[in-house]
C-alpha cells in the first residue's frame, strides 16, 4: 500500500496533546492532498497452476473423469479421498485400480505447493508455513490452535496490490492471484497436519477459516468464492467447515462487498478500517482514495443486515499514527449501534519500519473509549510475533 502521511511527527504530536479541540471540529485540519497511492486491482499475466479437483464443483468432477475415459462415480471417490479422508498419498486410495488411480491423480489431483519453510512458536500450536507454488512464487498460510478450535489464516494471492504502507505484503506488491484449488489446498494441508497429530494437544481438525493472509481476498473474488465454497460444501463434495466459521476480509472494495452481500452466504465480513477518518485514512489504506470511510461502512452495514452476521473492524494500533483517544471516539460514533465487533490488532512491525505497536496505555485507554460508546471490542491474540507472524513477513525473508 502507499507511503503514509508524511506530516511531521511534531505535528502529530500537537493534534495527540489537543484531543478536546479535535473533537469538537470532528477530525484535524486536513493536509495538502497527496498524490495516491498506485493500487492494482488486476493481477498480472503469468502462466496458470494444473487444474486440480478442488477447482472443480462436484458436478465438473465427474465431467473431468468421463472425458479421461473412466466412470463418473470415480470423481466420487477422488473427492472423498481428498476432502474427507485428507489422503495426499495415492498409494492409500485403494478403492482405485492402479491404473486407474494413476492416470486421474495426476490429471486430478497434481501437486500444487511445496513447503520450502516452516516455522513453529506457542509450544508448537502455532504454524507459519511458506509455500512455492508451480512457478515458483512464495505466500504463507499459518495454523494456530487454540483449546476450543484450530484456525487457519490462508493467503488469496502471492503479494498484494493495495499498497498499505505499515504492511510487508503490501509493500512487497501483487505478483499473482492464487486459484481456487492453491487456496483450499492450504486448507486441506491444515487438516491433515491436524488430523494426523503433528500440532500438540492430539488429533484435531480445522474448525475456522481466516481469509488474513497475503492478499486483498475480493480482487481475487472468483478464486475466494470457490474456495469458500470448496471448503464449506458438505463431504465429500468438500472440507464441510461451516460457513459461519469462515471470516472474509477486505480493505475496502465497496462493489465487490455488495457483490458478496448478494450470494446469501453467512461468511463473516471483516472490514480492514485502521482509521475512522478519511485524512489518516487516504495514506494507511490508499483504497480509501476511491472509497471513503462512509462507503465502506454503508457497504458493511448492508451486508451485515443481509447476512445477519456482526462485521469484524479491523484496526491495527500503530503508536502515534491511529491509536489517539479522539480517533477512538470518533469510531465508536461511526459503529455505535450497528452489528458490528472491533478486532484491535497490536501492530507486528516489519523489520525496519518507522511503525511500531501502541503504547499498553493507549492501547487501554482506546479499548476504554470505545466501550464507553457501546462497542464491543476484543485486543487480538499476538500469536506468532516471534516466527515472523505479521502478513508477508516470513516469504519477505525466505525470499531475501
Not at 147 to 156: F, G, Q
Not at 161 to 182: D, H, I, K, V, Y
Not at 235 to 263: D, F, H, M, N
Not at 283 to 291: E, F, G, I, Q, S
Request: proline share 7%; charged share 25%.
Amino acid at each position: 500500500m502507499s507511503s503514509t502521511t508524511d506530516s511531521p511527527a511534531a505535528e502529530r504530536a500537537q493534534r495527540s496533546a489537543e484531543p478536546a479541540a479535535v473533537e469538537a471540529q470532528g477530525a484535524p485540519e486536513a493536509a495538502p492532498k497527496k498524490t495516491p497511492a498506485k493500487l492494482v486491482f488486476a493481477a498480472p499475466r503469468r502462466g496458470k497452476p494444473p487444474r486440480h479437483l478442488a477447482d472443480l464443483t462436484a458436478a465438473e468432477r465427474r465431467e473431468a473423469v468421463a472425458e479421461l475415459g473412466e466412470k463418473p462415480f470415480r470423481a466420487d471417490q477422488l473427492s472423498r479421498h481428498y476432502f474427507a479422508r485428507l489422503v495426499d498419498d495415492p498409494a492409500e486410495m485403494t478403492d482405485l485400480p492402479a491404473a486407474v488411480r494413476e492416470r486421474l491423480v495426476s490429471t486430478l489431483l497434481p501437486s500444487l505447493l511445496t513447503p520450502v519453510r516452516e516455522m513453529d512458536c506457542d509450544g508448537g500450536r502455532t504454524l507459519k508455513t511458506v509455500w512455492k507454488a508451480f512457478d515458483g512464487v512464495l505466500f504463507e498460510s499459518v495454523l494456530m490452535r487454540y483449546p476450543d478450535r484450530a484456525t487457519m489464516c490462508v493467503s488469496s494471492q502471492a503479494g498484494c496490490g493495495m499498497n498499505c504502507p505499515f504492511c510487508a505484503t503490501g509493500q512487497a506488491g501483487l505478483t499473482r492471484n492464487l486459484s481456487t484449488a492453491e487456496i483450499v489446498e492450504q486448507v486441506a494441508a491444515g487438516a491433515r497436519a491436524l488430523a494426523r497429530g503433528r500440532i500438540p494437544g492430539g488429533p484435531g481438525r480445522v474448525s475456522n477459516i481466516v481469509f488474513m493472509g497475503m492478499g486483498e481476498p475480493l480482487a481475487n473474488y472468483k478464486a475466494v468464492i470457490g474456495a469458500v465454497k470448496r471448503i464449506t460444501d458438505p463431504a465429500p463434495a468438500g472440507l464441510g467447515i461451516s460457513q459461519r466459521s469462515v471470516t472474509v476480509s477486505t480493505v475496502g472494495l465497496v462493489p465487490a462487498i455488495e457483490k458478496l452481500a448478494a450470494e446469501d452466504m453467512s461468511v463473516r465480513l471483516a472490514v480492514s478500517l485502521h482509521a475512522p477518518d478519511d485524512d489518516l485514512r487516504d495514506d494507511l489504506v490508499p483504497v480509501n482514495n476511491r472509497w471513503k470511510v462512509a462507503e465502506v461502512l454503508d457497504a458493511a452495514w448492508a451486508y451485515a443486515e443481509r447476512s445477519g452476521r456482526r462485521v469484524s473492524i479491523e484496526y491495527a494500533l500503530i503508536k502515534d499514527v491511529n491509536d489517539q483517544a479522539w480517533r477512538a471516539d470518533l469510531l465508536g460514533r461511526l459503529l455505535r449501534g450497528h452489528r458490528v465487533h472491533v478486532n484491535l490488532i497490536p501492530l507486528n512491525p516489519t523489520p525496519g519500519s518507522k511503525w511500531t505497536a501502541s503504547r499498553p496505555e493507549d492501547e487501554r485507554e482506546f479499548v476504554r473509549r470505545l466501550e464507553a460508546h457501546g462497542v464491543p471490542v476484543t485486543v487480538r491474540d499476538t500469536r506468532g510475533r516471534e516466527i515472523d507472524g505479521a502478513c508477508g513477513q516470513l516469504a519477505a525473508a525466505t525470499k531475501d
